[in-house]
């Protein structure tokens, strides 16, 4: 329980003073809205939220999994192969330390305005924590588990689903949780740059008209998107530690 309630405490008096600060200093609402403010317009114009919260979401969670898919693979073939792990690796870091943002319109000239352009997006800039998280849990497996495991005649697969893997998920799920906050920034920057929907385009939109409620609301609902994509990875890593877990209880 103080683990719920310490967070929304903190959020409700956040909010409170937020409330009091527009109220008492007599703040425009074009500066900055209020909170009763913004939840008014949620309310009132829930489906035009909606209607926009639906493509970010989607193209948000497809770029996760084909992210999280790359990172895995690519991870896989780093820990089986010191060849490739001393050929990707460096580029990697190089490709890591490339400003994102700065390409971002790159994709939209390869790939087009429409949605491919920003699932890719979302791709390139996510996949990179899963790779390092991965590969770092495929190198913490306890060494003599291995030496136990080939002592058996078990196989590379074996090894792999039965002690790699599972000894991992804490790692990987640490790399997918950061890399779902990614996509979500991928998207975003996306749809900021060209798109005809999505909370970046409306965000966009709102703050061209001088609507900063309009545009408050939006980044309540994208965070609200946002806590539901995340919580979904932690129901996963919660799935996975019970059915991968060694014990029957």
């Given at each position: 329980?103080r683990?719920?309630l310490?967070?929304?405490a ?14 008492i200093g007599?703040?425009?609402s074009?500066?900055?809205p ?11 114009h829930?489906?035009i ?12 969670a497809?770029?996760f999994?084909l992210a999280?898919?790359?990172?895995v693979?690519l ?10 792990r001393?050929a990707?690796?460096p ?7 490339i400003?994102?943002i700065?390409l971002?319109?790159l994709?939209?000239?390869w790939l087009?305005?429409g949605m491919q352009s ?10 990179f924590p ?8 495929f190198a913490?497996v306890?060494?003599?588990m291995?030496r136990l495991?080939?002592?058996?005649t078990a196989s ?8 790699r893997?599972?000894a991992?998920l804490?790692h990987?799920?640490s ?5 779902i ?5 991928g998207?975003i920057?996306?749809?900021f740059?060209?798109?005809?929907a ?6 966009i939109f709102a ?10 609301a939006a ?8 806590l539901?994509l995340y919580?979904?990875v932690a129901?996963?890593?919660i799935?996975a530690?019970?059915?991968?877990s060694a014990?029957?209880?």
């Open positions: 329980m683990a719920v310490l967070p929304v903190l959020a409700v008096a956040t909010l409170a003073a937020w409330q009091a600060f527009v109220v007599n703040i425009p074009v500066i900055l209020s909170p009763i403010s913004t939840l008014r317009y949620i309310v009132e829930w489906d939220l909606l209607t926009h919260a639906v493509p970010t979401t989607l193209e948000s497809i770029g999994v999280t898919l790359l990172g693979l991870a896989i073939v780093i820990t089986y192969s010191t060849l490739a001393e990707l690796y580029n990697l870091v190089f490709f890591q330390l400003p994102k700065a971002a319109p994709f939209i000239i087009g305005i920003r699932v890719a997006f979302a791709v390139f800039i996510a996949f899963v790779v390092i998280a991965t590969s770092a849990g913490s306890d060494r003599g291995l495991c080939r002592s058996l590379e697969w074996q090894v792999f689903t039965h002690v893997f599972p991992a804490p990987i799920f790399g997918m949780k950061v890399a906050t990614l996509a979500i920034i998207v920057i996306g749809e740059i060209t798109a005809q999505g909370l970046g385009y409306l965000i703050t061209a008209r001088a609507d900063t409620e309009v545009s408050m980044i309540v609902v994208l965070c609200v998107c946002g539901l919580g979904l129901l996963g890593e799935a530690n019970r059915m991968f014990d029957p209880a």
